[in-house]
């Protein structure tokens, strides 16, 4: 009950917040709202720079140019409070508000704060702006941050140098107009088409940002084993005449994948990043590959979010220079692998394991 009362007198002080109190500078850093597409109509959505300063408490609003009914905002943190918010649509926008609470545990880990999973449902363009509002232990506003304006800003991989914002013009050899030579995927892909490894969600889209899926994933290394003999699929879920059939009837009797408790495999669904860590951890090792790289992964603030059974995985994934963090301070385990960062993966894994 306590806890209870607690979220609700929270939220009570966000709604004073908005309604009456006048905008005010950040004075902890100069925090941006940024956020990673995750496919057609989703983006991963965190806040940076917040100077390692607990907040307790959330409140944004972003504001779409169309109309998106439909909206959600899922929560990252499964423990975080985040009461039921009905998109607002009128005069041809979309105002989505967003409230996070966690009781007496701080959302943020460091100086980032991933807040969850934006859906509109189809394709949008993400506000230059969002308003923000952020609470302390003691319910307090963050060093004046009270509907304050921030910055929305795409994030874009240290390596590239330049925003991945595409143009309609194919890029050398490739015949995807979303891939040019100065997105820092470019050389993945690349490499992934060439070596027939990936192919295009069109003939002329290759959907860097789209999440890749689990029966892709296996599919992907059955096409690098060259397409063995393989058995049946026992899984409720995997009929006999898909793509992923044969893939994933190797891949379960080589030990590299395995369904869950209650007979599926799930295919079609969006693979995580420490899900393709632990399967990529399996296959090296059917391979005989080197797998004794190790790094620690007390580094990435959301560390503690890593599952059991793919600890070691990620230790030796981001060990051996398979993979890095979403931003410079979070790994973000269970968010989606998009097919960018699998082409990255497998290159890199071309490179240094198999090698």
Do not use: C
Not at 22 to 27: E, L, M
Not at 94 to 114: A, E, F, S
Not at 159 to 166: K, L, R
Not at 209 to 235: C, H, K, Q, W
């Amino acid at each position: 009950m306590k806890r209870r009362n607690k979220l609700l007198w929270i939220l009570v002080i966000l709604s004073v917040i908005v309604s009456g109190l006048s905008g005010a500078a950040f004075g902890i850093s100069d925090p941006v709202l940024t956020y990673t597409a995750s496919g057609t109509g989703s983006a991963l959505v965190y806040i940076e720079g917040l100077d390692g300063t607990d907040v307790y408490a959330v409140q944004l609003e972003l504001t779409f140019a169309g109309a998106y009914p439909d909206a959600k905002f899922t929560a990252y943190d499964s423990t975080a409070y985040q009461p039921e918010r009905a998109p607002v649509v009128q005069d041809g926008t979309t105002t989505l508000t967003v409230y996070l609470v966690n009781g007496d545990k701080p959302l943020t880990r460091g100086r980032t704060l991933t807040l969850g999973t934006l859906s509109l449902g189809e394709s949008f363009t993400m506000p230059a702006t969002a308003k923000l509002s952020a609470l302390d232990e003691a319910s307090r506003p963050l060093a004046g941050v009270d509907e304050a304006t921030v910055e929305v800003r795409r994030h874009v991989d240290p390596s590239s140098g330049s925003s991945p914002t595409p143009t309609p013009t194919p890029a050398g050899n490739l015949p995807f107009t979303d891939v040019e030579s100065r997105h820092w995927f470019y050389q993945a892909v690349k490499f992934a088409y060439e070596n027939k490894l990936m192919s295009g969600m069109t003939a002329t889209g290759f959907a860097p940002d789209t999440p890749t899926n689990r029966g892709m994933i296996v599919a992907i290394l059955y096409r690098m084993e060259g397409s063995p003999a393989a058995g049946r699929a026992d899984f409720a879920d995997v009929p006999e005449d898909k793509y992923y059939t044969k893939p994933i009837a190797w891949a379960t009797a080589k030990g590299i994948v395995s369904g869950y408790p209650n007979g599926t495999f799930e295919p079609e669904s969006n693979i995580t990043r420490e899900q393709l860590a632990a399967i990529l951890y399996r296959y090296a090792g059917y391979k005989g590959y080197d797998t004794a790289a190790r790094s620690g992964l007390a580094g990435f603030q959301d560390f503690v979010d890593v599952s059991a059974y793919a600890e070691d995985a990620l230790q030796w994934a981001t060990g051996a220079g398979l993979m890095s963090g979403v931003t410079k301070m979070t790994l973000v385990p269970k968010g989606p692998a998009t097919r960018a960062q699998v082409a990255s993966i497998l290159m890199r894994f071309a490179e240094t394991v198999a090698k």
